[in-house]
T-cell receptor, first 113, second 111 residues
Framework: ETGVTQSPTHLIKTRGQQVTLRCSSQ?????VSWYQQALGQGPQFIFQ???????GRGNFPPRFSGLQFPNYSSELNVNALELDDSALYLC????????????FGPGTRLTVL | AQRVTQPEKLLSVFKGAPVELKCNYSYSGSPELFWYVQYSRQRLQLLLRHISRESIKGFTADLNKGETSFHLKKPFAQEEDSAMYYC?????????????FGKGTKLSVIP
C-alpha cells in the first residue's frame, strides 16, 4: 500500500508569483484535504475534494484553488503569493467518509520572499 | 465556529511519570475528537479517536462533553513518547469534512 506523497519537498518563490503543489493519494482513497501549517501553529484546513468536486472550504481567499484528478491525485494552486503564505502545506487523503481517518503526506515547505 | 485549545506549548515529564496533555474544544453540536502525533522527522499520524474508545501505545483519552475536554493521558511516560501532539475536532453534518486542529503541545520525556 502506497502512502500519501507530495511534491516538491520544498520551494522558494517571490511575492506575486504563482505556485502549484501536488499530492498523490494513498491507494484506494478518493478524498483529499489540504492544510496550511504556519510555524508554531496547528494545521489549518484549506479545502477538501471528493471525487473531483470541492467538498468544503476553510477560511482562505479565492487565490487558493485546487483540483482533483480522475486518479484522485490533487493540486493546490496559490496565485499572487504573499509573504504570509510561507508555510508547510499538508495533503491528507481518506476513504471518503466525512470523518474517515485522514492520512497525511510529508508536506511541502513553501517560502515566499 | 469550532475551536480547539491546547493550553500548553511544551510539557516536560520524567520517564515513568504520568502524562496528561490537555485539550478543550468549542463546538455547538456533537463533535468527533482526535489526537494526532508527529514524531521527529515523521509525518503527522492519527494516534486515537474518541469513537474508537481504544488505547494506543498506552494512551487513552475520554471525551467529557460537560467540560468540553478531550485530555490525552498515559500512566507511565516513555522516552519514545517525545513528540508533537495535536488535538483535532471534526463536526457532524455541515463542516464534518473539516478537521480543526489546536496549536499543539510538544511533549518531552526526560530520561
Amino acid at each position: 500500500e502506497t502512502g500519501v506523497t507530495q511534491s516538491p519537498t520544498h520551494l522558494i518563490k517571490t511575492r506575486g508569483q504563482q505556485v502549484t503543489l501536488r499530492c498523490s493519494s494513498q491507494s484506494g482513497h478518493n478524498t483529499v484535504s489540504w492544510y496550511q501549517q504556519a510555524l508554531g501553529q496547528g494545521p489549518q484546513f484549506i479545502f477538501q475534494y471528493y471525487r473531483e468536486e470541492e467538498n468544503g472550504r476553510g477560511n482562505f481567499p479565492p487565490r487558493f484553488s485546487g483540483l482533483q484528478f480522475p486518479n484522485y491525485s490533487s493540486e493546490l494552486n496559490v496565485n499572487a503569493l504573499e509573504l504570509d503564505d510561507s508555510a508547510l502545506y499538508l495533503c491528507a487523503s481518506s476513504l471518503g467518509g466525512a470523518t474517515d481517518t485522514q492520512y497525511f503526506g510529508p508536506g511541502t515547505r513553501l517560502t515566499v520572499l | 465556529a469550532q475551536r480547539v485549545t491546547q493550553p500548553e506549548k511544551l510539557l516536560s515529564v520524567f520517564k515513568g511519570a504520568p502524562v496528561e496533555l490537555k485539550c478543550n474544544y468549542s463546538y455547538s453540536g456533537s463533535p468527533e475528537l482526535f489526537w494526532y502525533v508527529q514524531y521527529s522527522r515523521q509525518r503527522l499520524q492519527l494516534l486515537l479517536r474518541h469513537i474508537s474508545r481504544e488505547s494506543i501505545k498506552g494512551f487513552t483519552a475520554d471525551l467529557n462533553k460537560g467540560e468540553t475536554s478531550f485530555h490525552l493521558k498515559k500512566p507511565f511516560a516513555q522516552e519514545e513518547d517525545s513528540a508533537m501532539y495535536y488535538c483535532a475536532l471534526s463536526g457532524a453534518g455541515a463542516g464534518s469534512y473539516q478537521l480543526t486542529f489546536g496549536k499543539g503541545t510538544k511533549l518531552s520525556v526526560i530520561p
